[in-house]
């Protein structure tokens, strides 16, 4: 075997064909040599268990880039991916051998071993490495980088580029008359690794020796069968160990006693974007969508890519003309003559978009290289394909709600009332619930009802392995996110996560699921005394109900808890907010932001009847929460964020007085109340809604302004901290908004605005007529009432006096 691998003829021994993975130059003069050779046989750099799949190359559904994945059968995490593009060596030569009806079949250490390996801790050692090499190092070596630096470039991909993409680019591949042609290529580079290994040895990749030892035995099996008429496509790494002579038994001595898995193989689909990450082959490029380019076109391959680029542009709204194409074509060729470079690459073309193209900015330029240098292709898979149960009724479910997975990230919105967007969105939160993340719940830009969901949608290849791990839960996707939810209810440890399950089991629609959930539900908060952790707990719970509503599902027993929870709270709360210090004191005022509003939606859902639930008071549960927030806002033990919170949602809800509100104020902000304390009591006073709040609600900037202007001279430079540090923290159009509404004073709006009804600030005595007038059109229309009767001129309702009813409300 001592010629075999120098692109001679098969007559004189095997045809090795040194590659790079995902190389277009590489593909092509792969497939210019196997048209000079016409092999009886391909063997081809890959897992052996996916022989019977080659043949689904054939089929026009199958499209690149894919992937053959192996995963563990008892263990579907434990996988490992092998991708193929368009632009691959391995994919031109299974596509070859099947068109010519040439058999083709995988000769790399099988997957079972592969995957049983683990981690690197269980790589084989480096026997066998020749004297004075770098066998027992365990630096890594790239033989890219290193025939780069050889050659003079600090640049490995520009050097590949310069001796293999660019050879020949756009020019008619040889015919069979150019056989010496067709395996030039392939002569110079097995000599260039063969230099590498003998220098480097293994180079860091210690089971190479093992996947060096299986591909030989299978080589020397083909050719007891084909004789030298074998073609073998691998990397260019491995074409010496191919070529050098060894025994038979030595390589089976290094097989000897490697660990099995079972395993299962398949073809899923693979994108662009993940060809550009270092996994599968290890063979990461940063450039798919340019090295599809240029494996795919014709001929011209800068004029075709910077008119590519130019089109992207445009739909983009940027100017670009056929004048800028030709420009960037010329500057992109005049800087790859300058470097002495035989066609323009990457880099020439890129510095020709970035100047001619986008004027120098790197806004639209990172859109190019997002958009086409890497690129957003997704591959396709036939039905036909092996796959797990799961993962077919996933297939079908998506055809049946024309939800087709995409690479490019795209946003969906989902109106419940219709039963397409109902089942999407069902789809969506069950395999969420079994950690196949292929959407992400977003903030509607529209409506913020519960009849409106908003998703971020994109498909990563590895969903396809999170899919294949859900498998053991069942073989659909309802059976097996029911029995994921039952088993994670069983299994949480917190109160919240129970919460939280029942409402995402809502949300998925998982009626088998739902009783096991709550049992576990009910069992919990009997059993959990910490208040924080049913506080924690309550707002999810609260959102299920009117999910219930929505979807049609009864909720009875979430009503039932829900108000179990909220009236152990009301006991809890104020002895838990004794004594804390500042860290858990402001995670308490959260709790009471969430309990404060869950109360109000929980009230709601009982007055409304629309919770399936037992006969309840709404009125009473406000009540009682309300009495809770007096008795919060009135005990010095409480800390000051928790106090002023209590009082700034008593005045939102109109129980507490101004007056009242002005009083506990003076109090804590008092000289003999120690600054941290106030600071924190006015945080929580004028918190969560921050500086807007005060900007549109006058009492509160009211109740500030004349608590500062009382302070006294030789007590307002110990107070200025406390200001700084609760203002400093608003936005500056906004603390600008403040002193321009502090220093026209009350009621400075207007000329004629003063002391309003009740003598709140800002507020007008009577309302603007003006003003409510431009709204009675809208409020008519909203209200279904008829408007076309209604003169152009000033409404009805306009020309009542300032004393009527309507115009009064919609005044005030």
């Given amino acids: 075997m001592n010629d075999t691998g120098r692109g001679r003829a098969p007559g004189s021994g095997p045809l090795l064909l040194g590659v790079r993975h995902h190389g277009p130059g590489s593909a092509r003069a792969v ?53 193929l593009a368009s632009f691959s060596p391995e994919w031109v030569a299974i596509r070859w051998a099947l068109e010519h009806g040439v058999p083709a079949r995988f000769i790399d250490l099988p997957a079972t071993h592969t995957l049983a390996w683990g981690s690197e801790e269980g790589e084989p050692p480096e026997a066998g490495a020749p004297d004075g090499a770098a066998a027992g190092s365990d630096v890594r070596i790239d033989p890219i980088a290193v025939l780069a630096e050889a050659g003079g470039y600090d640049d490995p991909e520009r ?14 591949e040889p015919g069979a008359g150019a056989a010496g042609a067709a395996f030039a290529p392939f002569v110079a580079l097995g000599e260039a690794m063969e230099a590498l290994r003998e220098t480097y040895g293994v180079g860091g990749h210690a089971r190479d020796l093992v996947r060096e030892a299986y591909m030989r035995l299978q080589l020397r099996s083909a050719r007891r069968e084909y004789g030298d008429a074998v073609a073998v496509v691998c990397g260019a790494w491995h074409v010496p160990a191919l070529r050098g002579r060894t025994a038979v038994s030595a390589d089976r001595a290094l097989l000897k006693g490697l660990p099995k898995a079972k395993v299962d193989m398949t073809w899923v689909p693979w994108t662009h974007r993940r060809l550009s990450r270092f996994s599968g082959y290890g063979a990461g490029i940063e450039s798919p969508g340019w090295y599809g380019h240029l494996f795919g076109v014709p001929d011209r391959p800068v004029e075709r890519w910077l008119t590519k680029v130019a089109g992207l542009l445009r739909e983009e709204d940027r100017i670009v003309s056929s004048a800028h194409v030709i420009e960037a074509v010329r500057l992109a060729e005049t800087l790859a003559a300058m470097r002495g470079r035989p066609l323009a690459g990457l880099s020439e073309t890129t510095e020709a978009v970035r100047a001619v193209m986008c004027d120098g900015s790197e806004v639209p330029l990172a859109l ?13 898979v036939p039905e036909t394909a092996p ?41 969506l939160h069950r395999l969420r619930l079994l950690g196949v993340g292929w959407g992400e719940r977003t903030q509607s830009r ?27 839960w069942g073989t659909t996707v309802l059976g097996a996110a029911t029995a994921r939810a039952e088993a994670d209810a069983v299994a949480a440890r917190a109160l919240a996560e129970v919460t939280e399950l029942a409402e995402r089991c809502l949300l998925a629609e998982l009626p088998d699921a739902l009783p096991v959930v709550m049992r576990v539900l009910a069992d919990r908060a009997a059993l959990d005394t910490d208040v924080g952790h049913l506080a924690q707990a309550l707002p999810a719970l609260v959102r299920s109900l009117r999910y219930g509503d929505v979807r049609g599902t009864g909720t009875r027993a979430l009503t039932e808890v829900a108000v179990g929870l909220a009236e152990r709270i009301f006991v809890g709360l104020p002895p838990a907010c004794a004594a804390l210090d500042p860290d858990a004191a402001e995670e308490m005022r959260r709790h009471v932001d969430e309990v404060h509003g869950a109360v109000a939606l929980l009230a709601e859902a009982l007055s409304a009847g629309g919770t399936d639930g037992p006969a309840a008071a709404p009125g009473d549960l406000r009540d009682r929460w309300r009495s809770v927030l007096r008795t919060l806002s009135g005990r010095d033990t409480v800390p000051g964020v928790v106090r ?3 009082v ?62 009382g302070v006294p001279a030789e007590a307002f430079t110990d107070v200025l901290p406390l200001l700084r540090r609760t203002f400093s923290a608003y936005e500056a159009g906004v603390r600008r908004t403040l002193g321009e509404l ?16 009740a003598g709140i600030p800002g507020f007008h005595p009577e309302p603007d007529i003006e003003r409510a007038e431009a709204v009675v059109p809208l409020v008519r229309l909203l209200l279904g009432l008829d408007t076309e009767a209604e003169p152009a001129g000033r409404s009805e309702a306009a020309e009542r006096k300032p004393g009527g009813n309507d115009l009064v409300e919609v005044g005030t």
């Fill in 387 to 427: 796959a797990v149960p799961l993962q077919r009724d996933l297939a079908r479910l998506q055809r049946g709600l024309r939800l087709k997975p995409d690479a490019l990230e795209r946003e969906l919105e989902l109106d419940l009332r219709k039963e397409t967007d109902a089942g999407r969105s069902r789809l």
């Fill in 644 to 646: 002023g919170r209590a």
């Fill in 31 to 83: 497939r210019a040599a196997l048209d000079a050779a016409r092999p009886s046989t391909v063997l081809i750099e890959g897992p052996p268990e996916a022989d019977t799949l080659i043949p689904l190359a054939a089929d026009e559904d199958l499209r690149p880039p894919v992937a053959l994945l192996a995963h563990a059968v008892d263990e579907p995490g434990r996988s490992a991916f092998w991708p």
């Fill in 742 to 757: 502090v220093r026209r004073g009350p009621g400075g709006r207007g000329s004629a605005m003063g002391a309003g009804p």
């Fill in 648 to 709: 700034r949602l008593l005045l939102d809800e109109g129980e507490l007085g101004q007056d009242e509100a002005a009083r506990l104020m003076g109090l804590v902000l008092s000289p003999g109340t120690p600054p941290p304390d106030a600071a924190a009591w006015i945080e929580g006073f004028v918190g969560g809604g921050g500086g807007m709040l005060l900007v549109h609600d006058e009492r509160l900037l009211g109740l500030v302004d004349s608590w500062l202007t």
């Fill in 368 to 380: 190019v290289h997002d958009r086409l240098v890497v690129g957003d292709v997704l591959g396709e």
């Fill in 446 to 472: 529209g409506s913020t009802g519960t009849f409106r969901e908003t998703w971020r949608l994109r498909w990563e290849p590895e969903l396809s392995v999170r899919v294949a791990e859900a498998g053991v």
């Fill in 159 to 172: 050097w590949w580029e310069d001796v293999v993409e660019h050879r020949g680019a756009g020019a008619a």
